[in-house]
């Protein structure tokens, strides 16, 4: 047996174990939770316990219930739901939501296809919940989250979304990604032209040097520095080669006036070794279930990661709370979602 046949053989034995942890779990989340009433008195109790049913028109806490959702305000008369302005806001399927929550702070690996089987819901529906919590704990991260540079992961880009350029790879949203940090930090692309400019050899200095924003052609280059063909040839394709002057119609060349310079450091350095162990470990947990994703979703997929790696922080209880305290996250706000240039991936040091 080869040993790709052996890797495949593998992967579907790990995915067959993955599918049977999730119904065995499912099944756990059935037993606690078998219809959509026991999951909102449950999160009903979770809401008075941290003193979160307030009237959501003039904030008073004198509320009486009126059904399963609804409490009526003992001060200004008006009726509301218990839900309203959380971010189980407007959410008509809260069973399924909190079913999703629960295998995922249990570190249960699951397909959104598979998840959607159990649930009774559509595939659609389910990512954009696996997508909606995984978004909420991103926006709970902190700038003292450790950073990787998203082209570690570059192995699992192989899905398309609106950020992929047309007729590109879906690897390009990647070169798009850079190009468009380095277009917003002038001091990054400063030091990247430098950095090339200080790399070229003499001929090649003086080529640049005598080009503007004005076209100059071949031969005139050739008269004016008093060079031979094949040097000057060997200059420009050099120079064009590194971006820092391009041909336009004939053979004229030009110095870009618009140029983004990408450093050499995205996606050219040697991975430390906890940087390469968690990107491996990512993208592993990726391929386990979809095989690959597109660039764009790549840190909601990390933060989903975060639950299957870090379960101390990362429980039910934990998702549950921050839930609770967070602002309601609407369809949009997930199809706007583009993952930086840097991802955080909490803390390298305790990850698994």
Avoid at 80 to 107: C, K, Q
Avoid at 323 to 336: F, H
């Amino acid at each position: 047996m080869s040993r790709m046949a052996s890797d495949a053989g593998s992967k579907k034995q790990e995915r067959l174990a993955d599918r049977a942890n999730t119904i065995s779990f499912w099944g756990a989340f059935e037993t606690r939770f078998p219809t959509e009433v026991e999951c909102i008195q449950e999160l009903l109790m979770s809401f008075a316990e941290d003193g979160l049913i307030v009237c959501h028109f003039c904030n008073s806490s004198k509320t009486q219930k009126v059904d399963l959702r609804s409490f009526k305000c003992n001060d200004c008369k008006k009726y509301f739901f218990f839900t309203a302005g959380s971010f189980f806001d407007h959410v008509r399927h809260i069973r399924a939501l909190m079913g999703a929550i629960w295998l995922l702070g249990n570190g249960v690996r699951f397909s959104a296809c598979h998840f959607a089987e159990l649930a009774g819901i559509a595939k659609s529906t389910a990512t954009g919940m696996v997508k909606k919590v995984a978004l909420l704990i991103y926006r709970t991260m902190n700038d003292a989250e450790d950073t990787l540079n998203s082209s570690e992961f570059a192995k699992i880009f192989i899905r398309r979304s609106l950020c992929t350029p047309a007729l590109e790879h879906p690897r390009a949203e990647q070169r798009c990604a850079e190009e468009e940090y380095v277009a917003n930090s002038p001091e990054v692309q400063i030091a990247a032209h430098n950095e090339l400019l200080s790399g070229l050899s003499s001929i090649e200095t003086t080529v640049y040097n005598h080009l503007s924003s004005s076209p100059q052609h071949l031969d005139a280059l050739e008269v004016q520095l008093n060079m031979e063909t094949r040097v000057i040839s060997a200059a420009v394709s050099s120079l064009e080669l590194a971006g820092l002057i391009e041909r336009t119609s004939g053979d004229n060349y030009v110095r870009p006036q618009h140029k983004i310079f990408v450093p050499a450091l995205f996606g050219n350095r040697d991975c430390p070794p906890e940087e390469e162990i968690y990107s491996h470990s990512v993208v592993a947990f990726v391929q386990s279930s979809m095989h690959g994703i597109a660039r764009k979703y790549l840190q909601l997929y990390i933060a989903v990661y975060l639950c299957f790696a870090n379960r101390r922080k990362w429980g039910v209880g934990s998702i549950l709370s921050a839930c609770r305290r967070s602002k309601p996250i609407y369809l949009s706000e997930i199809e706007a979602f583009v993952t930086p240039l840097f991802v955080k991936v909490g803390r390298l040091d305790s990850a698994a």
